[in-house]
């Protein structure tokens, strides 16, 4: 239907009326940075200059207010929206991914116009992201490493947010696999977690490997720093299964070419540098909303959300967002269960994908979960 980028923000609608009815609230302590990176984002709206940036504009800062009502809404879930329901849901979003995947090898490069496309006036549709949205598709099929690959984006616009939302949403798997509440039968999320390494593999997403490693390493030092070593053995043995699958399969052979072909980290760095430029032109407000790159480059601003904030709302929103999540982070770093160190590391990948991957539409509201459920979950010990 085309409705996948936007109904983030109108599912915040009733959550929004909901928290109105509530007496008690209760807000993260970060909950004056987010209020402060708003602010930015709307004072970046004057160097806005054309229909299409400022639909784009809008569409943006609806998912930055929604975020953080989808926040706060499952800070105050209660009995009624548990940790375990917030951590089901999410797991359900991850074995579509999976399964977007392999739907990537059957039909390639496939796309439609959906019927939002053609409700939609033109002036909109000039905007690369709004264009993308009402267009599924359900892979990029690109040459990257020699040979043409079918690299998933179901049930997501990109392939770079396939690969973002994988390692964000892979934890959440895990606490299924050690947390029975959560209700999934541990041995099909195994299955689906060996499933999931060959559309991760074939999606040449060195960000997915990257900040999944990461957020599984921080997982496996905390545990050993807790004293849980019977989990952490059970880590380090799949680790080694799963190397071992790698390098005795072709699956290896990919992750090896893809490692050696780094072709695409001169136009990251051609990107970085023009938003970096284009920052210190407008240092404080930014340009309101990414802007075509020189070349064939993609728009400057769209590869990292941390040269998306600088450039589109300067300094002041970089700010902002990265003060909230840093407060949020660092209040609920002390986590004790297994399920608070794993919904806790999807902040730090979060963290790590900031330099390459945006976060918009769909991550932004998975790291705004785990930032709920680590902070309900160290209060509920």
């Not at 895990?174 to 209700?183: C, E, K, L, P, Q």
């Not at 209040?331 to 590391?345: D, F, N, P, Y």
């Not at 991550?363 to 979960?369: L, P």
Request: a positive charge; aromatic letters at 14%; glycine letters at 10%.
């Amino acid at each position: 239907m085309g409705l996948h980028g936007f109904m983030w923000v109108v599912l915040a609608l009733p959550m929004v009326a909901a928290l109105f009815q509530k007496a008690d609230l209760v807000m993260f302590r970060g909950t004056g940075w987010w209020l402060f990176f708003l602010g930015a984002v709307l004072l970046s709206a004057v160097n806005l200059d054309s229909v299409g940036r400022a639909a784009g504009w809008m569409l943006r800062f609806s998912y930055f207010v929604a975020a953080i009502i989808y926040a706060v809404y499952m800070l105050n879930g209660g009995r009624t929206l548990t940790v375990w329901s917030i951590a089901r849901s999410l797991t359900w979003l991850w074995l579509a991914t999976i399964i977007g995947g392999y739907l990537a090898f059957l039909l390639g490069s496939f796309s439609f116009r959906s019927p939002l496309f053609y409700a939609l006036p033109d002036a909109l549709l000039e905007n690369d992201l709004i264009e993308t949205l009402v267009t599924p598709k359900f892979a990029d099929v690109q040459d990257i490493i020699g040979v043409t690959v079918p690299r998933p984006t179901a049930p997501f616009p990109y392939t770079n947010a396939w690969g973002s939302m994988m390692a964000l949403l892979t934890p959440f798997a895990f606490i299924a696999i050690t947390d029975r509440r959560v209700g999934f039968p541990p041995n099909l999320i195994r299955l689906f977690l060996l499933a999931a390494v060959v559309p991760a593999v074939m999606s040449l997403n060195r960000g997915l490997w990257l900040s999944l490693l990461i957020g599984v390493a921080y997982v496996a030092v905390r545990l050993g720093l807790l004293g849980n070593t019977g989990l952490l053995l059970r880590m380090i043995f799949g680790a080694v299964v799963l190397t071992l699958f790698l390098f005795l399969t072709p699956l290896g052979d990919v992750v090896i070419t893809r490692l050696d072909t780094a072709h695409s980290n001169e136009d990251r760095t051609e990107l970085i540098v023009t938003a970096l430029e284009g920052t210190a032109e407008r240092p404080v407000l930014g340009w309101g909303a990414p802007r075509p790159a020189p070349g064939y480059l993609p728009s400057v601003g769209t590869h990292g959300q941390i040269w998306y904030l600088l450039f589109s709302h300067g300094v002041l929103g970089a700010v902002g967002y990265c003060g909230f999540f840093a407060a949020v982070g660092l209040r609920s770093w002390k986590q004790r269960s297994v399920a608070g160190l794993w919904a806790h590391s999807v902040l730090i990948i979060g963290a790590v994908q900031m330099f390459f991957y945006l976060t918009m539409p769909n991550q932004i509201f998975v790291t705004m979960a785990a930032a709920a459920m680590s902070t309900r979950l160290q209060r509920e010990l």
